[in-house]
Nanobody, 128 residues
């Protein structure tokens, strides 16, 4: 049974930082691309960042580039999202997702429809 468990969310002031973690189990982690998505109330789920199987290729949404960093630790089967310079508009539930990928060096996908497994989400609230 595949499980993705997010942690690290919380309440932070604008300009602050948080690090989200997503611990994966029940899958061969190194075979999966990993992504972070977010959903604010009343809005669609948006792509935030993704990382390929090797960790050598990443992709970011324009609105987080330069502020957020995605990393993975394959031996620990965990993916991280380091979020700096947080803004009130970053307030959302953040979801971790896994996509079975055939390419170790391929560029990761930013399309939520491509992802096979999802976590339950962790709330991030940024106060002004």
């Amino acid at each position: 049974q595949v499980q993705l468990v997010e942690s690290g969310g919380g309440l932070v002031q604008a300009g602050g930082s948080l690090r989200l973690s997503c611990a994966a189990s029940g899958l061969t982690f190194r075979m999966y691309e990993m992504g972070w998505f977010r959903q604010a109330p009343g809005k669609e789920r948006d792509f935030v960042a993704a990382i390929n199987r090797s960790g050598g290729s990443t992709r970011y949404a324009d609105f987080v580039r330069g502020r957020f960093t995605i990393l993975r630790d394959n031996p620990k089967t965990t993916v991280y999202l380091q979020m700096n310079s947080l803004k009130p508009e970053d307030t959302a539930v953040f979801y971790c997702a896994a996509r079975r990928s055939g390419g170790y060096y391929y560029s990761p996908s930013d399309d939520p429809k491509d992802y096979d497994y999802w976590g339950q989400g962790t709330q991030v609230t940024v106060s002004s």
